[in-house]
């Protein structure tokens, strides 16, 4: 049991790792945005990947070992237990770490969520900026008049077929 709960442990303190580290992308890719600098956003982006990937894996690993851990202290369970109730089931000073671990990784979790939803807004103004300046072009090369053979301004609007901006 003391393997499984070492394993359980070593899970915990992976994933906050990860969560670190990832919540630190986070905020280098919203800086990123502030600052305009999209090769840095795509890197950001890259490395967050990364790092879900590995939460994603350690968090299959969890899962086994909580199941392990179901079959050793509940075997009729038909629910994996939840890491407070394995939390309940051993003795201090295990259950006191147990319960930390879980409490900073939902902190992570929650603040991770946050700084996300902060990058969205930002992305979400940053589209509707571009659109209505792409609106406004629009309008703009829609409405130029062009000249005929006879010399004469066309009523019909030029068709633009591709458009280039650079900054």
Excluded at 24 to 32: F, H, I, N, P
Excluded at 51 to 79: C, F
Aim: contains cysteine; aromatic residues 2%; proline residues 3%.
């Amino acid at each position: 049991m003391d393997k499984h709960l070492d394993q359980l442990e070593q899970c915990l303190s992976g994933m906050t790792v990860q969560h670190e580290q990832l919540l630190s992308m986070v905020r280098r890719k919203l800086e990123a945005m502030r600052m305009a600098q999209p090769d840095l956003v795509a890197d950001c982006c890259q490395r967050e990947n990364e790092h879900v990937q590995a939460i994603a894996r350690i968090e299959k690993r969890r899962q086994t070992v909580i199941g392990e851990i179901t079959s050793v202290l509940a075997p009729g369970s038909r629910l994996p237990m939840t890491l407070g109730q394995i939390a309940d089931a051993v003795g201090e000073p295990r259950r006191g770490r147990l319960l930390v671990m879980q409490v900073k990784l939902r902190q992570l979790m929650q603040r991770i969520q946050h700084e996300n939803a902060v990058s969205r807004r930002a992305t979400e103004g940053l589209v509707r900026h571009v659109t209505g300046v792409m609106q406004k072009v629009t309008a703009v090369v829609g409405a130029a008049n062009t000249y005929g053979r006879r010399g004469v301004a066309n009523a019909s609007p030029a068709t633009v077929s591709s458009f280039s901006l650079t900054a």
